[in-house]
Every structure is written in structure tokens, then in C-alpha cells.
């Protein structure tokens, strides 16, 4: 290979050329410059004894760089920089080599880069410093990279757990939302059932202080939420009760829950009202609560005894039944017997007076079966209509004659109404209403009022009182000034044969006789009174709607006749009785005291009688076997039941059994005469074609 330089021009510039062959030999072209030769002094010009590496160690990474750069074939050149090496006579030389690519040559250029010792140890030390500087600052560099890499994990990392936080945070806050809004809606429905449970309740703390309180119970204690918050419990009750009450509360805070019976807490103006309940312990909010429940059972009460009340009415009513037909037949007896003998008396005589008071023993006898029998509702009553302001006008002139003046009798009788009933009976009520109120004002003297106004009953009062129904109804009202009744005894007064009168005043059975009454007319009556403050009985009555025909009452008086008349009675002195008594009277009689001897006389002629008067119970054939039996021989023949025993028996039934008239025992003569002529004479109007009066 032939190599065309210039080698002048490069002396002139002072550099070394080296060319490298094919053979990665090298030459050394041109003539050596001076500070080559001082640098290598054995080297001539055309060859290098040893490879550049060899002579020049700064080359040697270099060449590396110089050798790639050829083998690519790029233009221009590389440079590699200052570089010193320290020659044989000690000195340290810099350099610096280009690698250049002419004409397909490899050409490595080494030129000197003269400088004083001075400056090459200062252009060390900088070279130091800078590499130092360039070294520390790759090294922070890659600290600052490995660092700001670490920071960008960190901050991935507490990023993804922060957005995992704030989702666990968000969820937890929604479930806390939830759980907020749900106990709200607890605490709202617990409120509601608190506040509108029926009985009242109180939420006390472990002190036994109230906490609250529902509706119901300032309803039942007429108080305040606010007023009974902070107050003990035992507060609410009288003292008799503060220990039932507090063993209560100590129990159901110890064991979880307790009963209180019956008892009594305090209400409005001083009352008491009859309550029953019990509690519950519970804890709340980390300390121990107990609810008390107390169920007012006031009208549970009222009703119990109202019952109590029927069941006495109900077992005085069957002892009446039980009794009232033997005491009728004594009473026939005494009765009886007394007016006979004093038709042979002289009336002005001392034996007439005194049978005169034993007939009137024997009717105050009479009329206190009735009042039992009336008690009891087993009487026979006349219910029509009846105007309720005539009677009691009636019964008013009457007590009037009997009242002492000390007693001042008001009266304000308004309504005009009719109610169906006996007008006996109703007699009988305001006669012993009057009479009770009389007695209450006997020793002081006072005022007695009588109201009778007419009033429409809602639902809520006829709820309150059993047998009566809402509806227009009569209300009598007999007020009195006088002592008043004690709440001991007020609940007893309507019981048979309680009585306050002094021993011989009173048997005890008016107001029975009056409740009675009253419930048998579908009505009520009630009581008002305070010791000390008077007395109020308010009786109502249903008022009769339909139209009334007014009508008149005629005295009965004594009638004879002259018929043939069989009588039938198992007693014995009934039938001496009535055979003295149906002689006087003038009639023919035929009495026995069995009536299947009755039957068979009768058998024997059954037109020789015009009239049979028999008994209802009796032995072998009672009263109503024997009127059909007497009835199929002579259907047209009257016969008239009399009997002591009314329970079953009103003249609806006797009439319905065949008898033309039903008797109550005891008989009277006045009464059985007028009966007795009433049946002939309407039988004898039927047989004359004339309608009966």
C-alpha cells in the first residue's frame, strides 16, 4: 500500500501520524517531532518497534474507541482527550489523540499539548476535582434516582393505601350512616310504642328516680312529663304503699322482673285510683334502668263489684223464689183468718182495733215478699205505660204528710214523658228514695230536691252502666242536705238487708227493692255522695216512644154472688179458709185438698159447677194437669189458678195454660171477690152474645 502525505505539513503542526495496515500493523510517517523523541527516543521514523498500546498506555482505552470507529466508516474524527504520560527523563508530557478515517486510511493523530509544571499539576488537580465532582455528582445523581424511584414507590404505595383507607373509610362512614340512621329509626319507633302504649309507663334509674314517662302515664297521675321527671317513684304512691312499691322496684332491678298486685296511686285532687302492674330490670347505656308498667283497673274494679253486685241480686233472687211460696200460704193464713174474724166484730171494739193492726202487720208482710219477689224480678208486674210526673206528684203529696217541717221538700218535675212499667213499682221508688232522704235529714232538718228532667244517654255513659242502652230516657234525681254516705259503705247500699237505721227503722231491702226495679225497666240508678256533704240518687228510665192513651184506675169493692164453685188446695186451712170466705160472699162451695178427688166429683157432674178456683202445685195432679183435664170434660167452664209459688207464673202464662185469671197468694177477701164476680160476669156476657168489660 502506498501512503501519499504531506509530511512537511505535518511537522509544521507538530503531530505524530501513525497509519495502521491491513495486518493491524502501524508506521510512523514524516519526521519525528521533538517532543515524540523526548517522549520515545528509540523510535524512528517508518515503524514502532512495539504496538501503540504497548508505547503509548494512555492510547490503549483509546484505541478501543478509535478501532469501532473505523470499522463503521464514518467521517470526521474522535478525540480522546488530554492525556499525560511521564517520559524517561521524568518529565509528565500531555497528549492528545484523534483517530480521522482519509481515504480509507486509519489514521491515528497524537499532537503535544505544551503547558508549564504549574499549570499541569493545577490542570491535574482540576481534572481530579472534576472527575470527583462528576463522580459525586453521578453518584447523587443516581442516589437522588434510586431515591426519587423509592419516594415514587412510596408514594404509589401510601397512595393505593390511601385510596384503600379512604374506600374502607367511605364504606365505614356509609355503614356508620346506616347503622345511625337505623338506630334513629329504632330509637323513634321505641319512642312511639313507649309513648302510646296503653298502660302507663315510667323508665326509673338505679336510684328509683323517674327518667320519663308516656303519655298514658300523665294521663293516669294528672301530670306534667316535666313534673314527674327527677321525682322517686315511691313519691307517686300514698305511704301504706311505699314499701310494696319499693320491694317491687329492688326485685325487678335485681332479678330482672317483678308483679305488683293490686294497689293504689296517688290522682288528681287527693283521689286514689286502683292500679296493678309490675316491672322490668334492663340495662341502658352501662347502668341499670328498670320500666314500671301500671295498668289502671278502676273500672275493672267497678265492674267486679257491679257483678259481685248482680250475683247478690241473683242469689237473693232465689232465695225469694225458694221462700216466697211457703211464706205467702202463712201469710194467707194470718191474713185470712183476721178478716173473718173481724167481720163478727163491732167495729168500734178494742178486739177490731187489734186485729186491725194485725192485718196491717200481715200486709207490711205481704208487701216485703213483693218488695223480695220485685228484688228478685220473680213478681208479677203490670207493665204499661205511665206517666212518670203523676206519680211522683203522687208520691211527693204522700211523704209531704209524713215529713217533719224541719225538712224543706223542693220539686222541679219538667218532663212529660211516659216509661212502661208498674206504676206500683214506681210508686214504690220514689216513695223509698224520699223516704231514705228523709231519714238522712231527721235529727238537722235540711232540703230535699226532687228534679225530673228528660236527657239523652251518649254510648260512653251506658258502656259505664250494664242493662241500660244510649237513647232518650226519664231522669229522677232526689237529693238531701243531709250527712252524706262514707266510701266504706257507699258500694253496699244497694245490697239486700243492708241498713244505718237504728234497730226497728228499716229492714234493708228499699234500695234493693229500687235497683230491682230499675234494672227490671231496662234503666239504671246511680249515687252521689261525701260524708258530710249530702246525698244525690239519680234513677233513669227509657222513655216510651210510641203514642199513649190516658187512662183511669175504679176502686175495686166487695161483690157477692150465688154460684157453685170448686175449690182445690192442698193445704188445709186454704180450703177452711176460702169456704168461710166464699160463704159470706154467698156462694156454694165444694173444696178439697186433693185434686184428683176434685176430678172425680167433678167427673160425676160437670155441670154442677160454674166456677173451679185450684192451686198450681200440689201432689198426683198439679193445677194446670187438672184445668185441661176439667177443660176436655167442660171446655167452656172458667177456672181461676191461685198460688203462692210466681216465679213462673204471670196472667200472660195462666192464660195461656187455659185459666180465665191468675190469684196471687196471699189472698185477700176484697180481691178474690172482685176476681171471682169479673170471670162469671164475663162468662155470662160471652153466653148473652155480649162482649166482656
Known amino acids: ?153 412510596q408514594v404509589k404505595q401510601r397512595t393505593g393505601a390511601l385510596l384503600h383507607t379512604n374506600l374502607r373509610l367511605k364504606t365505614e362512614i356509609q355503614e356508620r350512616q346506616k347503622a345511625e340512621h337505623a338506630l334513629r329509626e329504632s330509637e323513634h319507633r321505641f319512642r312511639m310504642l313507649f309513648d302510646n302504649l296503653f298502660d302507663a309507663q315510667l323508665l326509673l334509674d338505679a336510684d328509683g328516680r323517674i327518667q320519663n314517662v308516656n303519655r298514658a302515664a300523665c294521663h293516669l297521675i294528672s301530670c306534667s312529663r316535666n313534673s314527674l321527671c327527677g321525682r322517686k317513684v315511691t313519691d307517686l304512691f300514698p305511704e301504706h304503699e311505699v314499701d310494696k312499691i319499693h320491694s317491687a322496684f329492688a326485685h325487678a332491678a335485681r332479678e330482672g322482673i317483678a308483679y305488683i298486685e293490686e294497689s293504689v296511686i296517688n290522682g288528681e285532687n287527693q283521689t286514689l285510683i286502683q292500679v296493678e302492674g309490675g316491672g322490668v330490670g334492663l340495662d341502658m347505656d352501662g347502668c341499670r334502668h328498670v320500666v314500671i308498667s301500671l295498668r289502671d283497673i278502676s273500672h275493672r274494679k267497678q265492674l267486679q263489684s257491679q257483678l259481685q253486685q248482680a250475683q247478690k241480686m241473683e242469689a237473693m233472687g232465689s232465695l225469694a223464689s225458694g221462700i216466697s211460696h211457703d211464706f205467702n200460704n202463712i201469710l194467707s193464713a194470718i191474713i185470712g183468718y183476721t178478716e173473718i174474724v173481724r167481720l163478727d166484730l163491732d167495729e168500734h171494739s178494742l178486739a177490731y182495733r187489734n186485729l186491725d193492726q194485725v192485718l196491717a202487720a200481715g200486709n207490711r208482710a205481704k208487701n216485703l215478699v213483693q218488695q223480695i219477689l220485685t228484688f228478685s224480678r220473680q213478681a208479677d208486674n203490670v207493665n204499661q205505660p205511665v206517666k212518670v210526673c203523676a206519680i211522683v206528684t203522687e208520691a211527693i203529696k204522700l211523704i209531704q204528710a209524713t215529713t217533719p217541717s224541719s225538712i224543706e221538700i223542693r220539686h ?67 237529693a238531701d242536705t243531709g250527712k252524706g254516705i262514707a266510701e266504706p259503705i257507699l258500694g253496699k247500699i244497694f245490697d239486700p238487708f243492708f241498713t244505718t237505721k237504728a234497730a226497728g227503722k228499716g229492714t234493708g231491702m228499699g234500695l234493693s227493692v229500687v235497683h230491682g226495679i230499675v234494672a227490671a225497666t231496662g234503666g239504671a240508678i246511680t249515687v252521689e255522695s261525701r260524708a258530710g256533704t249530702g246525698c244525690c240518687f239519680k234513677v233513669y228510665l227509657p222513655v216510651l216512644t210510641e203514642p199513649v192513651a190516658e187512662s183511669s184506675q175504679v176502686q ?59 192451686d198450681l202445685t200440689m201432689p198426683h195432679l198439679a193445677g194446670d194437669a187438672l184445668a185441661k183435664k176439667i177443660h176436655g170434660l167442660r171446655p167452656d167452664l172458667p177456672i181461676i ?42 162468662e155470662q156476657a160471652r153466653e148473652a152474645g155480649i162482649d166482656p168489660i
Not at 216465679?647 to 172482685?674: H, N, Q, W
Request: aromatic letters at 8%; one cysteine or more.
Open 1 to 153: 500500500m502506498s501512503i501519499d502525505c504531506q509530511q512537511d505539513l505535518f511537522k509544521a503542526l507538530d503531530m505524530v501520524v501513525l497509519v495502521y495496515l491491513d495486518d493491524d500493523r502501524c508506521t510512523l510517517l514524516g519526521d519525528v517531532p521533538g517532543w515524540f523523541c523526548k517522549l520515545c527516543p528509540d523510535v524512528l521514523p517508518g515503524s514502532l518497534p512495539a504496538s501503540p498500546e504497548e508505547r503509548f498506555p494512555f492510547l490503549m482505552n483509546f484505541l478501543v474507541d478509535a478501532r469501532e470507529f473505523w470499522d463503521l466508516g464514518k467521517g470526521g474524527r474522535i478525540r480522546s482527550g488530554v492525556c499525560v504520560q511521564t517520559a524517561p527523563d521524568g518529565d509528565d508530557m500531555a497528549f492528545e489523540a484523534s483517530a480521522v478515517l482519509l481515504n480509507d486510511l486509519k489514521v491515528l493523530l497524537i499532537e503535544s499539548c505544551e503547558y508549564d509544571y504549574s499549570e499541569k499539576q493545577s490542570l491535574i488537580q482540576t481534572g481530579r476535582q472534576l472527575a470527583l465532582d462528576l463522580h459525586r455528582h453521578q453518584r447523587q445523581e443516581r442516589f437522588a434516582k434510586a431515591l426519587r424511584q423509592e419516594l415514587e414507590a
Open 412 to 478: 222541679c218535675l219538667e218532663s212529660q214523658s211516659y216509661v212502661r212499667c208498674d206504676p206500683t213499682q214506681l210508686h214504690q221508688i220514689c216513695i223509698n228514695l224520699f223516704s231514705n232522704a228523709g231519714h238522712a235529714m231527721e235529727a238537722d232538718g235540711g232540703v230535699m230536691e226532687v228534679r225530673l228532667t228528660d236527657i239523652n244517654l251518649d254510648d260512653d255513659f251506658a258502656s259505664a252502666q250494664p242493662g241500660i242502652r244510649p237513647g232518650p230516657h226519664i231522669q229522677l234525681s232526689v
Open 556 to 614: 175495686p169493692v166487695m161483690q157477692t154472688g150465688t154460684e157453685r164453685i170448686l175449690f182445690v188446695d192442698d193445704e188445709k186451712f186454704q180450703v177452711d179458709l176460702a169456704t168461710q170466705v166464699l160463704v159470706r160472699l154467698g156462694y156454694t162451695i165444694v173444696a178439697k185438698t186433693s185434686s184428683l178427688e176434685a176430678l172425680a166429683i167433678f167427673k160425676e157432674d160437670p155441670t154442677a159447677f160454674d166456677l173451679v178456683i185450684t
Open 641 to 682: 189458678l191461685s198460688s203462692g209459688f210466681s216465679t213462673s207464673i204471670s196472667d200472660e202464662v195462666a192464660r195461656g195454660m187455659g185459666f180465665s185469671a191468675y190469684l196471687k197468694k196471699p189472698l185477700v177477701m176484697r180481691e178474690l171477690s172482685v176476681a171471682i164476680r169479673s170471670v162469671l160476669n164475663g
